[in-house]
């Protein structure tokens, strides 16, 4: 099924669902699907929690910078969920239809457990975490083509992606 030939790009906060949203669309629509944390820390060779340890935060937004090179190059048709800092940082536009998942800060805080924390360094002080949230939200807005509840089943968030992308063809 082709939607779009452009790719499909999951922004939004920490803990919003995107990568399970990506995974879901990926198998929905039969495209792969690409989480740039995963592909960073592949070529970082150590978790990204232990790269901001050592090499800091502006460090790990250069190494995003060189994701959005080289998808924006290199990737079509695909399904590409992004770190929460990506639209803060960079644009993202530039790799394809931008898709914002908006939960309110409360289901999130829910939906992370004690390792799923431990991963976000930007998560560990629940305050920050909350504070950066507000200062964000509108910026993933800002840089989406289409947001979308957060705040739903995956399934019903998959779904009201694809019917959109369905009625724009
Ligand atoms: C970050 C979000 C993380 C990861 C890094 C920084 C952020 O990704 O890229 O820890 O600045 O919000 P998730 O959104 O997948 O947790």
């Known amino acids: 099924m082709a939607i779009t ?9 920490m803990g919003s669902g995107k990568s399970s949203v990506a995974k879901h669309l990926g198998r929905n629509l039969g495209r792969f699907v690409l989480d740039s944390d995963e592909m960073i820390e592949k070529i970082l060779g150590v978790s990204i929690a232990e790269f ?9 937004r250069k190494k995003e ?5 080289w998808a924006k190059k290199s ?3 695909a399904i590409i969920s992004t770190g929460g800092g990506m639209p803060i940082f960079h ?9 914002y998942l908006n939960s309110d800060f409360d289901s999130i805080v829910g939906r992370l ?14 305050a920050n975490a909350r504070e950066l949230f507000e200062c964000r939200r509108e910026i993933y807005a800002k840089n989406a083509d289409l947001e979308v509840d957060a705040n739903q089943p995956i399934e019903s968030i998959a779904l009201e992606i694809v ?5 724009k063809r």
């Open 113 to 126: 457990d004690g390792a799923k924390i431990a991963k976000r360094p930007l998560f560990r002080d629940l």
């Open 163 to 167: 019917n959109h992308l369905d009625t």
């Open 65 to 69: 910078a060189r994701f959005i090179a």
């Open 5 to 13: 030939p452009k790719n499909i790009v999951l922004i939004g906060f």
């Open 91 to 99: 644009n993202v536009r530039q790799m394809g239809f931008v898709v």
């Open 75 to 77: 990737v079509q048709d």
């Open 52 to 60: 901001f340890e050592k090499e800091g935060e502006e460090a790990f």
